[in-house]
T-cell receptor, first 109, second 116 residues
Framework: EDQVTQSPEALRLQEGESSSLNCSYTVSGLRGLFWYRQDPGKGPEFLFTLYSAGEEKEKERLKATLTKKESFLHITAPKPEDSATYLCAVHSGNTPLVFGKGTRLSVIA | DTAVSQTPKYLVTQMGNDKSIKCEQNLGHDTMYWYKQDSKKFLKIMFSYNNKELIINETVPNRFSPKSPDKAHLNLHINSLELGDSAVYFC???????????????FGPGTRLTVL
């Protein structure tokens, strides 16, 4: 059974304090790993898709990386507007998309 | 323009009632989905609908039924509502594929259902 574990559950950062969120996964043949951002009261907003170990993608202050067992979402010099829940999801191709519980990020000015 | 929209945003109802949630996408996508996000914030797939092919997650009670009048719409009908049905329901769409497609999924804003 595909599993996704995200850590930490919650993270509080000062503005400008860089950090990383972790997504560990267990799947039988990864076809894609997805990162989403979810603001309170809204639907998940797509950020990145990673397909193979060693792949990296960047968008503004966010950078996602992938290994054979986990993915990291690195946040460089975060701002208060980066506060949200970040969701990781995996696809093995023969099961539906499986989401983790998310990491709730708070960035304090 | 909103890409994936849902109505209503909030729905409060009594146990035993029947209710529907509507979803529309203007992205021209072929596949639509319904997800349930419970109080623990887990997002779980309920259905996928692609080109008139419905794939049901086996854990979904048969009180839940998706209805698609056309490719741009996928409504969720729920019969005999129970307390445990209280959750946020999200509609999503992707360009192609189906339940097992690796296409990126784009989500609507959600409908918060409260069953009293």
């Amino acid at each position: 059974e595909d599993q996704v574990t995200q850590s930490p559950e919650a993270l509080r950062l000062q503005e400008g304090e860089s950090s990383s969120l972790n997504c560990s996964y267990t799947v039988s043949g990864l076809r894609g790993l997805f990162w989403y951002r979810q603001d309170p009261g809204k639907g998940p907003e797509f950020l990145f898709t990673l397909y193979s170990a060693g792949e990296e993608k960047e968008k503004e202050r966010l950078k996602a990386t992938l290994t054979k067992k986990e993915s990291f979402l690195h946040i460089t010099a975060p701002k208060p507007e980066d506060s949200a829940t970040y969701l990781c999801a995996v696809h093995s191709g023969n099961t539906p998309l499986v989401f983790g519980k998310g990491t709730r990020l708070s960035v304090i000015a | 323009d909103t890409a994936v929209s849902q109505t209503p945003k909030y729905l409060v109802t009594q146990m035993g009632n029947d209710k529907s949630i509507k979803c529309e996408q203007n992205l021209g996508h072929d596949t639509m989905y319904w997800y349930k996000q419970d109080s623990k914030k887990f997002l779980k797939i309920m259905f996928s609908y692609n080109n008139k092919e419905l794939i049901i997650n086996e854990t979904v009670p048969n009180r839940f039924s998706p209805k698609s009048p056309d490719k741009a719409h996928l409504n969720l009908h729920i019969n005999s509502l129970e307390l445990g049905d209280s959750a946020v329901y999200f509609c999503a769409s992707s360009p192609s594929g189906g339940l097992f497609s690796t296409d990126t999924q784009y989500f609507g804003p959600g409908t918060r259902l409260t069953v009293l």
